[in-house]
């Protein structure tokens, strides 16, 4: 009998082709030739420049901004790698879409992560991995394997200095509470929560600050930074007695113009340190940022992954 053998192939689209290249480098495998085009009528055309038929594929896709025109591009890879005849095809979202959506405040809403996770199956997803995910319900959304990352061990391992000894770790909110919490086992520093409340459809106020936070240096946790309006809570820090420049970490740093305004006009705070689970352009390269690369992370698990070995409880949060 002959033994089955799939090799390993990664492919991403063109949402973040420097994070494949890198990923498919420290795997020390070529990276899958594609190619995306946008028609002249707005639609997206994908083509897989090669055989796949019988390979175990990884496809790297943040569905980052534009989203909807990544997140059909993976939809449209998955239905392209199904029909080559590819023997899996694994989805590496390192930025889930919708993931703010994921259910309903107020009635006759759509529950947009819910309908992502059945594209994603529909068209042939045989596993969804994904980092930081801003509500981890949203696993239960699919019927297929998901493996929920967390880039807290590679941003952990940034802060394992000796500038941010008398620091405290913040959550800027009760949800982001438990991640926080992790952040502080890890690096022995007291947890502080901020709790707020929402005033408005689009603001929100800080209503108290629990936690030692006097005579220490804030660290503020977040999963993702897109208006940057968490920039603005660190006034209720100081009131309450923290000391020295503040730093914020965010995993996925989509970053709006308000975000990079309020990082300029704020002497407060020192820097942002964020990973590259989406692609940080040349305008959004600010002074006060620092990249940190998720493709160890990624490529570990992927490995992990292909070769059926146990994911460890330091890469998943769970």
Known sequence: MVESYHPLRIFCGSAHPELGQEIAGILHVDLGRAMTRRMPDSEIHVMVDEVVRDQDIFLVQPCSEPVNDHLIEAILYLDAFRRASAHSVSVVLPYFPYARQERMAKGREAISARVVANMLEMAGARRVVYVDIHNRAIQGFFNIPV??????????????KPEFEQAAIVSPDTGRASLAGKYAELLNLPLVVMHKRRTSATTTETT????????????????????????????ALYDAGAAGKACFAVTHPVLLPTALKRLDEDERIERLVVTNTIPVPPEKRHQKLVVLSAAPLLADIIYRIYKGQSISEQLVLS
């Open 147 to 160: 493996d929920p990352l967390s880039a807290l061990p590679l941003i952990a391992d940034y802060f394992r």
């Open 208 to 235: 108290a600050v629990v936690g030692e936070i006097e005579g220490r240096r804030p660290i503020v946790i977040d999963d993702v930074m897109a208006s940057g309006s968490v920039l603005k809570q660190i006034d």
